[in-house]
Every structure is written in structure tokens, then in C-alpha cells.
């Protein structure tokens, strides 16, 4: 019974590869999408703005070829540059004999679309400025506690001088990160423009996160500033308390030096109300909550 089957099996297989081999043998026609490949190009320039990326072929053949065109190793329509710079255009149809692989084993019944233009444009170089694309969610009473810094800032890109002309920055990939609580220091990817390349194929970006809390300064020197030498502006009181909101270990750096209060003379000049309110300039990455007092009395003495 056993033998029986193995025969059976062999004689079906036999059958069935006869049945595909005279098949195939048979002549078909069939559609098919080539891409588009430029060849013979000059040194250091390169094309943009083609018309098409590829080009849908009707081809009449035996079917082993069509089969091998289909599903075999991908082939290109080859388009000659010759070596000229500049706006082309070419009929497909011309095109035809510079494609080996069709003239030997296919007729071509249709070409769709019938022409292409594009351009050979030479490669230039510029430098340009990174710019960051990502989304930053702290954790709640976490911030940041300096400025996002992304290396290297500036990267070198290649193309055709249309499309760099105006072209001052490319960006990075988009990014989300979320729940942050701790210093953040990533690699991203470098994302260029169709047509252009770079060197640089990732970035790296640090932000320093700390966790966020209140620090009273007290005693701060409030100036005077912009008094003529024949006038005085006397303040009451002459000190306030300032409350900053920041990063723990920043803040923890910072004396009442750092923090600068002052009241300009032609500003309470203007005033009516006989108070006026200090401007208080803080370090950077951190936030004023308040001043103790809001206002301040002051005599403009003469």
C-alpha cells in the first residue's frame, strides 16, 4: 500500500511539473511597474524633478520570462544622462534599446506614460542649523533647569543648489517623551528633505530636569537707577523679600547677587499713586512667585 502511494505521488508530480513547464512555455502578455534608474550621470551632479518614478510597461513574452520579470531580481529603466546638465526631456520610447533586459526576451505593446522630464542639477554643499522636534511632558513638580542642547547644532548637507538655496535648518525626527523626573539624554535621527543628504545621520539632545520647589531671598537691595545727579529717589523700604521657583540644585546656588531689583527715576517720575512697583530680574530656568513688598512708597528729593 505503502509503495502504491510513493508511486502515485511521483507520477502526480511528474504531471503537474509537465502541466507548468508547457504552460509556461505558452506566450503571455502582462503589466508590470519598473522604477526609474539614471545612469551616465557627470560628476557630482545628481537629478531632481522627474515627472515619474517609474514606468508601467505592457510586455508580450513566454511565460518562464515574465515569470522570472515578476518575480525574479528587480530590475531598472535605465535612462541615459549622456553626460548633459540641465532641463531634458525624453520620449520612454527611445529609451527602449538602452534596456537590455527587455530588447533580448520581450516585445513592449505600451508604455505608460510616454515621456519624462527632470533636471541634472550639480551637488553643492551648505551648512545648516538642527532644530529640535520632540515633545517634552514633565512629571508634576519636575521642570527643566537648563537649556536643551543638541549636538552637534549645525550639520553639513548635499543636493542641488534649488533645493538648498533656501534651505537654512532640517530637523530631527519626532519624539515624545513623557513623565520625565530625571536629566534627559537621547539620540535622535537626523531627518533630510527628498533630494538631499548629510553626513550626520543622528544627534544627541541633554536637557538637565530637576525636581521644583520655592526659595525665599530676603534682604534684597533694591537700586535706583537712571537718577539725575541733582535729584534723589529715596525707597521705603529700601530691601524686599523675593520668592523663586526652580530646579532644587540651581536654586540652591543662587545668592540675593543673583537676582537683581531696581526702580527707574523717570518711571516713578510718571507715577501718581506715590508706590511704585520694583522690576526684578531672575536667572534664567527660574520663575518669580513673589515680592514682599508688591510696592514700594519712595520721595523723588530735589
Excluded at 537648563?146 to 543636493?159: C, D, F, L, Q, R
Excluded at 537700586?223 to 525707597?235: A, M
Excluded at 526652580?246 to 527707574?264: E, F, Q
Amino acid at each position: 500500500m505503502k509503495k502504491k502511494i510513493i508511486t502515485i505521488s511521483v507520477i502526480a508530480f511528474f504531471s503537474i511539473a509537465l502541466w507548468v513547464y508547457v504552460s509556461l512555455s505558452a506566450v503571455f502578455v502582462t503589466t508590470v511597474k519598473v522604477p526609474v534608474h539614471f545612469t551616465n550621470l557627470p560628476i557630482n551632479y545628481t537629478v531632481i524633478n522627474a515627472s515619474i518614478n517609474e514606468v508601467e510597461l505592457q510586455v508580450k513574452g513566454r511565460g518562464w520570462e515574465l515569470a522570472k520579470l515578476i518575480w525574479g531580481t528587480e530590475v531598472n529603466f535605465d535612462i541615459s544622462i549622456h553626460r548633459r546638465i540641465g532641463h531634458r526631456k525624453n520620449d520612454i520610447s527611445d529609451l527602449i534599446d538602452a534596456n537590455a533586459w527587455l530588447t533580448s526576451s520581450f516585445q513592449v505593446l505600451e508604455i505608460t506614460p510616454s515621456q519624462i522630464e527632470y533636471d541634472v542639477e550639480k551637488i553643492v554643499s551648505k551648512r545648516v542649523s538642527l532644530i529640535k522636534n520632540f515633545k517634552l511632558e514633565f512629571k508634576q513638580g519636575y521642570g527643566p533647569s537648563s537649556e536643551v542642547k543638541i549636538n552637534p547644532a549645525t550639520v553639513e548637507i548635499y543636493g542641488p543648489s534649488t533645493l538648498l538655496k533656501n534651505l537654512d535648518s532640517i530637523r530631527t525626527e519626532y519624539k515624545e517623551i513623557l513623565n520625565v523626573a530625571d536629566n534627559v539624554k537621547i539620540a535622535l535621527q537626523i531627518e533630510t528633505p527628498e533630494g538631499i543628504s548629510t553626513t550626520a545621520k543622528t544627534c544627541t539632545i541633554e536637557l538637565e530636569v530637576q525636581k521644583i520647589v520655592d526659595k525665599t531671598f530676603e534682604n534684597l537691595i533694591v537700586e535706583t537707577r537712571n537718577v539725575p545727579s541733582s535729584k534723589e529717589l529715596i525707597l521705603y523700604p529700601g530691601k524686599i523679600n523675593v520668592v523663586l521657583r526652580g530646579g532644587i540644585n540651581k536654586l540652591g546656588r543662587l545668592t540675593n547677587d543673583s537676582i537683581k531689583a531696581y526702580v527707574d527715576y523717570w518711571s516713578a517720575l510718571r507715577e501718581e499713586s506715590g508706590t511704585i512697583q520694583p522690576v526684578i530680574e531672575v536667572p534664567a530656568f527660574t520663575t518669580l512667585v513673589s515680592t514682599i513688598p508688591n510696592k514700594l512708597e519712595y520721595i523723588i528729593k530735589q
